[in-house]
């Protein structure tokens, strides 16, 4: 398994597109990956004739993993391809035929009727779990009160990474389940529900959106949201990037967008108030030493994708266009690689791109805040002049931020939004590009 980016350190196969057997070339796809939400192509590095795929679609492997044998010596591939053979029909005629039920169907066996009314008993006390089967866990964000309700196949009752597989493939029945001791006929049980799913056309998610849908499950059920709101008179901002756009893509062979000039309002913003800049592990506070952005960006094919701004706080206007147009190019033509998406610490959603007023947006776990931008739009406004009060038109927009109350109270999220709001508004008209 290559490199496929800093700090990524396994990758889950998604497809081989060759077999064992197959003849493939230098530099031809061989396997498709994923880490977290990019999917990357892996060509081979020889040519020659696969003898062997040491792993299946969906396992996940560690960087630097042996994942396939490639015979490359051309005088011996018929005598490769044909004592293969021989020994793959050998180890068959000796391995016994499993007469027990297939795996699904013994999961069911064990599986409670209702979920949500029933109590229910762990079915494995062996509570031992590998690093792999963890890993699988914590990419679908299965807690391990979870997995201890997963039956295990195993030797001496040890869950599997197949029995993870089956159990997320059959829709996690026991996500919600309520533990055996809890007898108090007062708690809290969820409702057997019944929903009239109606007619229409079946779309299976792919493996993007159940992630998404994973994520933002796991985050709401995670961290308690709170979302504040402020409105900022952009009239400045707005007529100095009209004004100079021209001159800032002549110059610098860049668009000149608002996110460049939101970003660094933000970052300036998150130096001033650090605590909004952290994530949690537990009863700890992690505040982050870099301030990395991240850009909630849709992809054409409708998913969505947070590329990432590294230190933010660090670059001019003219370094954070070209990064934010880059990324927003590679998200648009899905050539994002794994660094692109990593490391985020604090992370803006930009609403307004698709005509929205405002937002509630999901905290990207693990942070703890997120902003929400609307769109800018012109209104007639109240305000003060030398000569009085009097009504203009100005280029208005809503923030929002939801943050997580566990470790961010009202205080720091409002300061902290309020002083983002008057970034905005205070813009400099007479900076020069």
Do not use: C
């Not at 699904?104 to 089967?133: A, D, H, M």
């Not at 998404?212 to 709401?220: E, L, R």
């Not at 094919?301 to 701004?309: D, E, Q």
């Not at 739009?377 to 929002?400: H, N």
Request: aromatic share 6%; charged share 30%.
């Amino acid at each position: 398994m290559p490199r496929l980016g800093e700090s990524i350190t396994e990758a889950a196969i998604i497809t081989w597109f060759k077999g064992e057997g197959d003849v493939i070339e230098e530099d031809e796809m061989l396997l498709e990956v994923a880490t977290d939400k990019v999917d990357s192509e892996v060509p081979s590095n020889v040519t020659g004739v696969i003898k062997e795929l040491l792993y299946k679609p969906n396992d996940v492997v560690k960087i630097g993993e042996t994942i396939a044998i490639i015979q490359s010596d051309g005088d011996n591939v018929k005598t490769e391809i044909s004592t293969k053979k021989q020994k793959s029909k050998h180890i068959e005629e000796k391995t016994p035929k499993d007469t027990t039920e297939p795996n699904k169907k013994r999961r069911l066996e064990v599986s409670p009727k209702s979920v949500g009314n029933e109590s229910f008993t762990l079915p494995n006390t062996n509570t031992f779990f590998s690093p792999l089967v963890i890993s699988i866990a914590k990419e679908h964000h299965i807690s391990y009160e979870e997995l201890a309700r997963i039956p295990a196949t195993g030797k001496e009752g040890r869950l599997r990474k197949s029995d993870v597989f089956n159990y997320i493939e059959d829709g996690r029945p026991y996500r919600y389940a309520q533990p055996a001791v809890q007898q108090d006929p007062t708690a809290y049980r969820i409702p057997q529900l019944n929903f009239d799913k109606g007619d229409g056309k079946l779309i299976e998610m792919d493996r993007m959106r159940r992630m998404i849908a994973d994520h933002m499950v796991y985050s709401k059920h995670t961290s308690p949201h709170v979302t504040a709101y402020v409105e900022a008179d952009l009239t400045n901002m707005v007529h100095w990037r009209n004004k100079h756009k021209a001159a800032f893509q002549e110059t610098y062979g860049e668009k000149l967008t608002f996110t460049p000039l939101f970003i660094e309002a933000v970052a300036k913003a998150i130096k001033d108030f650090p605590n909004i800049n952290a994530s949690v592990d537990g009863n700890t506070i992690i505040v982050k030493e870099n301030i990395n952005i991240g850009m909630a960006t849709a992809l054409p094919s409708g998913n969505l994708i947070v590329p990432v701004v590294k230190n933010a706080d660090t670059k001019d206007l003219k370094s954070l266009a070209e990064n934010v147009n880059d990324l927003v190019g590679k998200a648009r033509e899905n050539k994002l690689n794994g660094d692109d998406i990593k490391g985020s610490t604090f992370t803006i959603s930009n609403v307004g791109t698709f005509g929205s007023v405002m937002g509630t947006p999901i905290i990207n776990q693990p942070e703890v805040a997120i902003l929400a931008l609307g769109i800018i739009k012109k209104r007639p406004e109240v305000i003060e002049t030398e000569k009085g009060d009097e009504i203009a038109i100005r280029s208005m927009m809503y923030l929002s931020l939801s943050f997580d109350h566990r470790v961010v109270d009202g205080y720091l999220g409002g300061s902290f939004l309020r002083r983002v709001a008057d970034y905005l508004e205070q813009f400099d008209t007479n900076r020069k590009i």
